[in-house]
């Protein structure tokens, strides 16, 4: 059984939650507190705001340690906000957060008129399946480093990626029907050697 946390501090966390409970080979948990990284063996960041995460980060003394699991091997995956918060490079802004990511993010990328959509895509790097992609003032990737993998584009703007152990993904799969990219994110766990720290 794989343990596999959801950071519970702000926005969509219980989403996630549910999505977990689904998938029989992982034991879901909220994580608040420091100790509560302590034996994970992967950890989701929601969408919410990524500014008012940051800050909770700080304020519960959770940024250090986090950032020091996931360069030593702990598995991650942010979704829309949790993609800020993995990003090296935030457009517009001096202030990052996790600094994990080797992106370049553009927050609500989508302006004022599309602030939310769907779209019903492929994403053959995952699966073959067509899924549906739901964007909330989603942000997109303008750059990349060598090391990270395109896993899908939308319209030409990168909407999710993978470098090592990291995932980040523009869109919500926590608000859809399918488990596709849970099942994904806990496959990649099964994959990946234990987490060193
Ligand atoms: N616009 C939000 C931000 O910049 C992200 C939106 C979301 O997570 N749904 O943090």
Redesign the pocket.
Known sequence: MKRIGVLALQ?GFAEHMQKLRQISSVEAVLVKKREELDGLDGLILP?????AMGRLLRGEKLIDILRKKIRGGLPVWG???GM?LLAGDIEGQKETYLDVMHIRVR??AYGRQTESFSSDSPCPSVDKGIHRLIF????YITGTAASVDILLKLDGHIVAAKEGTMLATSF?PELTDDLWFHQYFAEQIQHSPSVLT
Do not use: D, K, V, Y
Not at 47 to 51: H, K, P, V, W, Y
Not at 136 to 139: C, D, G, L, T
């Open positions: 926005g969408g919410g705001e990524s500014t979704t829309c906000a800020i927050r609500n909330i003032r989603a942000p919500h």
